[in-house]
């Protein structure tokens, strides 16, 4: 069971706008410690993709961005395309259990 | 660049140690972390540690079998988890924080090393 929860899966047509969400608790993202995205492609290690919540690393198009509400996230994919199959983490850091924690995953599937 | 050091297989009740080489020195980072991914799972922190002072966060699911070292001279961060079973079999990645940064994230992975365990 991790920490933050994110939908196990999502899916959309090419070009159209696609949510993920990430939820945790008071502990974590509602105590105001950043989160971040990374992508993951089969076979490869995960791409840092968002940093402290709404940041994106160069290279990283303006198609991905995210936004905070309370202790929840939300990354927002744009003009979906084929590439962007992948499986999507959030991570932040848990005060009280003093760990780095993620979210268990979502596989993003391109229709 | 991040490279780790190759695959690894063990028998259970071993030890297995990984290398994470980030750079000449540890002089761009703030620490190597160390997150595992079991087959089809999603990812798990297991600690990490401070280039220059070489303190360690360990997460309490490993602290007591779980070392974090790192050699200042070569650039190289090591971990080494002990009473090996099963339930360790996976992919261990290193992870780099960015200098300055004190929020804890990951802008550069290592390719992972598999680590499997079985009699």
């Known amino acids: 069971q991790s920490v933050l929860t994110q939908p196990p899966a999502v899916s959309g047509a090419p070009g159209q706008r696609v949510t993920i969400s990430c939820t945790g608790g008071?502990?974590?993202?509602?105590?105001?410690?950043?989160v971040h995205w990374y992508q993951q492609t089969p076979g490869t290690a995960p791409k840092l993709l968002i940093y402290?919540?709404?940041n994106r690393p160069s290279g990283v198009p303006d198609r991905f961005s995210a936004s905070k509400s309370d202790a929840s996230v939300s990354l927002a994919i744009t003009r979906l395309q084929a590439d962007d199959e992948a499986i999507y983490f959030c991570q932040s850091y848990d005060t009280s259990l003093s760990d780095v924690v993620f979210g268990g995953g979502t596989t993003l599937t391109v229709l | 660049q991040v490279v780790q050091s190759g695959p690894e297989v063990r028998k259970p009740g071993t030890s297995v140690r990984v290398s994470c080489k980030v750079s000449?020195?540890?002089?761009?980072?703030?620490?190597v972390n160390w997150v595992r991914q079991t087959p089809g799972q999603g990812l798990e922190w297991i600690g990490w540690i401070v280039g220059g002072s070489g303190n360690t966060n360990l997460a309490r699911k490993f602290d007591k079998r779980l070392s974090l070292t790192r050699d200042l001279s070569t650039g190289t961060a090591y971990l080494e988890l002990s009473s090996l079973s099963s339930e360790d079999t996976a992919i261990y990645y290193c992870?780099?924080?960015?200098?300055?940064?004190?929020?804890?994230?990951?802008?550069?992975w290592g390719q992972g090393t598999l680590v499997t365990v079985s009699a």
């Open positions: 402290n919540t709404n």
């Open positions: 008071s502990s974590n993202i509602g105590a105001g410690f950043g």
């Open positions: 992870a780099t924080v960015p200098g300055g940064q004190l929020a804890v994230y990951f802008d550069s």
């Open positions: 000449e020195s540890f002089m761009s980072v703030s620490s």
